[in-house]
């Protein structure tokens, strides 16, 4: 075996594809260069991915039970690192922009393939785990950083609620979080109560990097100490506990939390909003949009003993709410692009949610036009 064949066959690759003749032709064409494993679908996939450490994942977009998309977004935070193709016969624009914002879908394949384009490709993707510096100490803790980075995107992404949760509670639900680089300190939180209540929480603590995401795991943990311990469930109520429990248990640093809180009470068919330095749109009962805002405070800095104005409304007054990190609306706006984040959920607002977040994402990828991303990014909708 040659040197160049022997050094890419330490390399896995796995395709997906519901059609039985693609894999065997896949895997024929590529086995001599490569560990080749195929799938037949994404549960397949899965299974393989828990047992075999795959450098490369190619999957068919249009596939029955669970597309391309959907398979990156269940693998892209445990496989930050591997590299993911989506090969289609279809231009699925939306579905590419997604994966893309959501997946980091390294790049994107047509059918039909050709075998030394492809294979180029393949050998590009791939050169990313070439390494002559692996004895290197400089490499080695770069490395160490990067795992524990890895750990701490792994761990961000478990806290943030599922969608079927969301969808369990609300008529229709989506939410479009994108940090700069998948470790920013912007973050959401739902949850309910014994009482029938949902409370969603809009979070953001300006950090970035593996500090930002220890911030964001100790707010998540001292957040459900104060729905499900203390019992609080008044939005004004749970940020005065949450900016009392940060101002006692710090130390010489303290940081600060722009905070959105937004409670929904089903058996009152009430809603109520307080903010800490975020605010909250909602739609009301013309079907406009109008504004909740918060007080221009953070919590865990500044005086103690903070009171919060509260804004209520019915569920006739109130039809669906919008919250969103901080500078959120800096990403959307930049000088091609000068709509308001304001403009912007007005314009989408009266089409289903679902199509909301995917009219979003387009903008979002057009304020971004191939520069670096510049600020973190996370909107959450709801209908009530």
Request: glycine residues 8%; charged residues 30%; contains cysteine.
């Amino acid at each position: 075996m040659s040197e160049v064949r022997e050094r890419k066959k330490k390399y896995n690759i796995l395709y997906v594809d519901d059609e039985a003749a693609n894999l065997r032709v896949f895997k024929s064409v590529f086995k001599r260069d490569y560990k080749v494993f195929i799938a037949e679908g994404g549960a397949q996939a899965l299974e393989i991915m828990k047992e075999n450490d795959i450098h490369l994942l190619v999957t068919d977009q249009r596939m029955p039970g669970m597309s391309g998309v959907e398979l990156l977004e269940s693998v892209v935070s445990d496989f930050p690192d591997m590299v993911k193709m989506i090969l289609s016969g279809f231009s699925d624009v939306e579905d590419i922009i997604k994966a893309v914002n959501e997946c980091g879908l390294d790049q994107y394949l047509m059918k039909p393939w050709n075998k030394e384009d492809l294979g180029e490709t393949f050998n590009k993707a791939l050169a990313k785990f070439e390494s002559d510096e692996d004895k290197n100490e400089v490499h080695i803790i770069k490395k160490a950083l990067e795992e524990n980075e890895k750990y701490a995107h792994k761990q961000i992404h478990a806290l943030l609620p599922k969608q079927s949760d969301l969808d369990s509670f609300f008529e229709e639900s989506f939410t479009l979080y994108k940090p700069m680089n998948d470790l920013g300190g912007v973050f959401y939180w739902f949850g309910t109560t014994d009482d029938n209540k949902g409370i969603l929480a809009s979070i953001d603590c300006a950090e970035t990097g593996v500090k930002g995401a220890l911030l964001t795991m100790l707010f998540e943990t001292a957040l459900k100490g104060v729905v499900y311990k203390k019992k609080v469930t008044t939005a004004d109520g749970i940020l005065a506990s949450l900016d009392e429990h940060f101002q006692e248990s710090s130390d010489e640093e303290q940081i600060g939390y722009n905070v959105g809180i937004t409670v929904i009470d089903k058996d009152s068919k009430f809603i109520s909003f307080a903010g800490a330095g975020q605010n909250m749109h909602y739609i009301d009962g013309n079907n406009d949009l109008e504004m909740a805002s918060g007080d221009p405070v953070q919590i865990g800095v500044g005086d103690t003993g903070k009171k919060f104005d509260t804004f209520q409304g019915t569920f006739d007054e109130v039809r669906a709410v919008y919250l969103y990190g901080t500078r959120t609306g800096d990403q959307f706006s930049n000088a091609q692009r000068v709509n308001s984040l304001e403009e912007m959920i007005d314009e989408v607002m009266n089409d289903a949610f679902a199509e909301q977040k995917e009219e979003l994402m387009v903008k979002l990828a057009e304020s971004i036009s191939g520069q670096p991303q510049e600020h973190d990014v996370m909107i959450l909708g709801a209908k009530i």
